[in-house]
């Protein structure tokens, strides 16, 4: 049952996660930044919140595919913390 409770938590988190990113992206292609700018800032904020590392770092540190999104593999705290820097942008 506390699995359970943990996974909602953690599935909760992930989908607040992909909204703030949502709401993001909007707002930067609104000021004309396009897809390669887009990546670029998004992997500047993992580099900052990552403690020097960037996505492709991390993807690599975790094993996550290329085609995986990070997030998927970050800790319920960890999503949390990248949750709150899409916000500061």
Partial sequence: MEE???LMERLQ???KLAAT???L???IYERGVDNKGFANIRSKG??????SNNTGAMKKKLDVAD???LADFLTTITMTAKQASN???
């Fill in 21 to 23: 990113e949502t709401e």
């Fill in 67 to 69: 085609n995986r999104p």
């Fill in 46 to 51: 993992d580099w900052a919140l990552f403690g």
């Fill in 25 to 27: 992206s909007k707002n």
């Fill in 13 to 15: 988190v992930r989908e």
């Fill in 87 to 89: 916000l500061w942008h």
């Fill in 4 to 6: 359970r409770i943990q």
